[in-house]
């Protein structure tokens, strides 16, 4: 992100692919808080098994949740915890600007980054990546807007871009898709002439597999759209590997897919086609 240029030796606990709502830290993970001079985490019930543990160790050392900066009326409600929110707000570019700001605030404080002097540059890159989400996203035909995945990691996305989000499972991972949860989504499929659903990097595809067997069995058919990073970024050092990347990753993929008009290489050329 765009602290790494100021000299601060960055550690990301979870790497590609790791579903972030089922990690628990190991001995190193934990040393390396221990010896950090700043820990981020990203709050909202995101890091379910991790949380204890932080909220633990914030009592000893620099320990910030950066999302929990967030204005609560610009949050969504979480489906299985009436006490929590929706933690997947980095679909919104808008809402993970503001997050940005609450990170360059907790540098300045921890002394890691005095100057804070990447974050105008980034929210400008974030404010570009809005504009052209927005853009190749309303060339997706109307009664197309529809994004079925794996898990509900997307209602941010569906609100800031018009389109109606259905998650197999709920918003954690940690539950299994009921038979009738997917019945209820091959009708959807069928009804709305969906011609594509989404994998996810950090999440099982079996139970997709499902939707498309279901469709396929009443005559409709439908094809894996895309692989979308949901709550893991993509591989370490390429432009999916940021959130920028990932972000545009999965909007031109979702346009493509359903119908819309984006580049294939997405809003900077910079995509792995
Ligand atoms: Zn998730």
Avoid at 3 to 31: C, E, F, K, N
Avoid at 77 to 90: C, E, G, L, T
Avoid at 161 to 189: H, K, M, N, P, W
């Amino acid at each position: 992100m765009f602290w790494q240029g100021g000299g601060a030796d960055v550690r990301g606990l979870m790497g590609p692919g790791v579903d972030p709502h089922a990690y628990r830290p190991t001995r190193s993970d934990i040393a390396a808080m221990l010896g950090a001079d700043l820990t981020l985490w990203h709050g909202l019930f995101l890091e379910a098994q991790m949380e204890e543990f932080l909220l633990q160790l914030a009592a000893r050392r620099p320990v910030v949740a950066v999302a929990e900066a967030l204005p609560r009326d610009r949050l969504l409600a979480h489906d299985a915890y009436p006490d929590r929110f929706d933690p997947h707000v980095w679909f919104d570019p808008d809402l993970w600007s503001l997050v940005g700001a609450a990170i360059a605030d907790a540098l300045v404080g921890a002394g890691v980054d005095p100057a804070g002097e990447g974050l105008p540059a980034w929210q400008a890159e974030a404010a570009a990546l809005h504009a052209y989400s927005g853009e190749v996203l309303s060339s997706v035909p109307e009664e197309a807007r529809v994004l079925v995945t794996a898990h509900d990691a997307f209602r941010y996305f569906g609100r800031a871009y018009g389109f109606q989000v259905e998650g197999l499972q709920g918003i954690s991972t940690e539950s299994e898709a009921g038979v009738a949860r997917i019945e209820q989504l091959v009708t959807l499929l069928v009804e709305r002439g969906i011609r594509a659903v989404f994998v996810e990097t950090s999440v099982s595809d079996r139970a997709l597999r499902a939707l498309i067997e279901g469709a396929a069995a009443r005559g409709h058919a439908v094809t894996i759209g895309g692989s979308l990073y949901s709550d893991a970024m993509g591989p370490e050092g390429s432009y999916e590997g940021t959130w920028l990347g990932m972000l545009d990753h999965n909007v031109t993929t979702i346009a493509r897919a359903l119908g819309g008009r984006a580049p294939a290489a997405g809003r900077l050329g910079r995509l792995s086609t």
